[in-house]
């Protein structure tokens, strides 16, 4: 595993962040996955599933960003967080638990461990605020689990982003079925209403694709004014398409695609008008059924590029009509 370290920022790149930050959080990020993303689930399965399935480490972490002005009370709603009935993939019998977490407080987010790709070390770092462990239950299926009410304050300040952090975790701590489900970050524990500026973000995205090869999904990293080249890392992709990179001022680079039960990795340099944006990372695909892949961007350091729900900066629309950038990855 390499070690998750901290984005280094210059004055000049932290007011550039800080500004992006506002513009961004006054569109509401609190669905996960967001309507931008048209990503139909989260992903994650029992830890005895084998990983040709398509998840490598049977957890998934995201990070919900309260902003400090907000002075009601928060709750963490999971669609469908049981494993059977609608959704789920099945795997001979449904015997599969899931255990979702929440936690604030101190090193919630700022411990290097939470914002790694793996389960390892310190991952679970802050206070457990609330969890539960979900298996087949008809109650919650296709339907919410509300977890809170939680106090703002609950969760960990970070001055970089205005805000206080909670930590949402689904570990699958049995069975060999897959779990889809989605996050929403709420004013209210029987409704989906948005926190006004709030946002979400990952490390690592573990989801399942749309079965329609029409349909394009999509994630987000934002790359700070410090990224001079970035590293993808793609899992279990199963060949199945392409997956396309383009921005404001480059029209499309191809990213080195996985197989089954493999990663692949590949590389490219950050070009002029990238920095201080949003990349977006688009899943083009062939049409294999129930595909699951996991993605990570890194820098040039080594640091994990956050993927927001709601894109910082917006979402971006190619726009140069000279000097386009169109290059294949270089693995």
Not at 20 to 41: D, R, W, Y
């Amino acid at each position: 595993m390499l070690e998750p370290k901290f984005d280094h920022f210059t004055v000049k790149s932290l007011v550039a962040f800080a500004m992006l930050m506002s513009t961004a959080f006054n569109v509401q990020g609190q669905p996960v996955p967001s309507e931008e993303e048209n990503i139909p689930f989260l992903m994650t399965f029992g830890n005895k599933a084998d990983t040709s399935w398509g998840d490598d480490d049977f957890s998934q972490t995201f990070f919900f960003v309260v902003p400090e002005s907000y002075k009601g009370m928060v709750f963490i709603r999971v669609f469908d967080p049981d494993t059977g009935g609608k959704w789920d993939e099945l795997n001979g019998a449904f015997d599969t638990k899931m255990q979702y977490s929440v936690y604030g407080g101190k090193e919630a987010f700022s411990h290097p461990d939470a914002q790694g790709t793996d389960p390892v070390g310190n991952y679970k770092s802050g206070t457990l605020l609330a969890t539960k462990t979900f298996g087949v239950d008809p109650k919650v299926d296709n339907n919410w689990y509300t977890f809170g009410p939680f106090n703002p304050t609950a969760g960990e300040f970070d001055p970089q982003y205005g805000g206080y952090m909670f930590k949402v975790i689904c570990d699958g701590i049995t069975g060999d079925d897959g779990n889809m489900y989605r996050y929403f970050m709420s004013t209210s524990a029987t409704a989906n209403i948005p926190i006004e500026g709030g946002n979400a973000f990952s490390f690592e995205y573990s989801f399942r694709m749309h079965d329609n090869p029409k349909e394009v999904s999509h994630i987000y990293p934002y790359v700070d004014m410090e990224c001079t080249k970035i590293r993808q890392g793609n899992f279990d992709w199963d060949n199945d398409g392409v997956i396309r990179v383009i921005s404001e001022v480059r029209r499309e680079q191809f990213c080195t695609v996985s197989g089954d039960n493999v990663w692949a990795q590949s590389e490219f340099a950050i070009i002029e008008g990238e920095k201080g944006k949003s990349l977006d990372f688009q899943f083009i695909k062939k049409g294999i059924k129930n595909n699951n892949v996991v993605i990570n961007v890194r820098n040039q350091r080594g640091d994990l590029l956050k993927f927001y729900s709601s894109p910082i900066g917006g979402v971006p629309k190619y726009k140069y009509n000279i000097g386009s950038t169109k290059t294949k990855a270089k693995k």
